[in-house]
């Protein structure tokens, strides 16, 4: 079975931080591109942010940046998205997916991502 699996999500005020996790089960994760990506309610799923394989590359969308940090541990086969500064319009179910091209992400081609998790939902309270 291949598949990433999101943890993390919670109800949190704003100003507030929260770090979620996305575990891969059934592949070596440090082999792949990895996206964050997020959904709100209504709304079309955007990409968040992305990680390179092995160069350690990261993209973050303008609304997040300086706010959020990705990063991975290849030990852990785990990628992380640590979420500082949680403003009422960062509600959303956020998921991860692998980029099995290596450009999906980046170019937020976001039919090009694969084995996406199931979603963990962040709700931020103003």
């Known amino acids: 079975q291949l598949q990433l699996v999101e943890s993390g999500g919670g109800v949190v005020q704003t100003g507030g931080s929260l770090r979620l996790s996305c575990a891969a089960f059934?592949?070596?994760?440090?082999?792949?591109?990895i996206g964050w990506f997020r959904q709100a309610p209504g709304k079309e799923r955007e990409r968040v942010s992305c990680i390179g394989s092995s160069d350690g590359s990261t993209f973050y969308d303008d609304s997040v940046k300086g706010r959020f940090t990705i990063s991975r541990d290849n030990t852990k086969n785990t990628v992380y998205l640590q979420m500082n500064s949680l403003k009422p319009e960062d509600t959303a179910v956020y998921y991860c997916?692998?980029?099995?091209?290596?450009?999906?992400?980046?170019?937020?081609?976001?039919?090009?991502?694969?084995?996406w998790g199931k979603g963990t939902l962040v709700t931020v309270s103003s």
């Open positions: 997916a692998v980029d099995p091209y290596g450009s999906s992400c980046v170019s937020g081609y976001i039919s090009g991502m694969d084995y």
């Open positions: 059934g592949f070596t994760l440090e082999s792949y591109n």
